[in-house]
């Protein structure tokens, strides 16, 4: 399994960015998946995450801004990010959920400047 993560960069609060994760040797149809971040000194956290079903669920911080998505066709998970602030600074992940899931990728690094 391997989960690769692409899609930040640089941006000014406010601003827009749309991540991808690509999934090899995984279905992302056949299995819920998450978004998570990771700020320099804290741990890494689930932001969004989408059921096989597609419900949908966000953390606080992100409700209302961030929209996950999944294109079965592409076998890819996505996170559109909208109305970016500088505390959403992190290297973003994708992974399967589910407890003893290792399949953490390199990430993408996603900054926003005030």
């Known amino acids: 399994v391997q989960f690769v993560e692409s899609g930040g960069g640089l941006v000014q609060a406010g601003g827009s960015l749309r991540l991808s994760c690509a999934a090899s040797?995984?279905?992302?149809?056949?299995?819920?998946m998450g978004w998570y971040r990771q700020a320099p000194g804290t741990q890494r956290i689930l932001v969004a995450f989408i059921a096989k079903d597609l419900k949908t669920k966000y953390s606080d911080s992100v409700k209302g801004r961030f929209t996950i998505s999944r294109d079965n066709t592409r076998n890819t998970v996505y996170l559109q990010m909208n109305d970016l602030n500088p505390e959403d600074t992190a290297v973003y992940y994708c992974n399967d959920p589910r407890p003893g899931r290792n399949y953490w990728g390199q990430g993408t690094q996603v900054t926003v400047s005030s």
């Open positions: 040797g995984f279905i992302v149809s056949e299995n819920a």
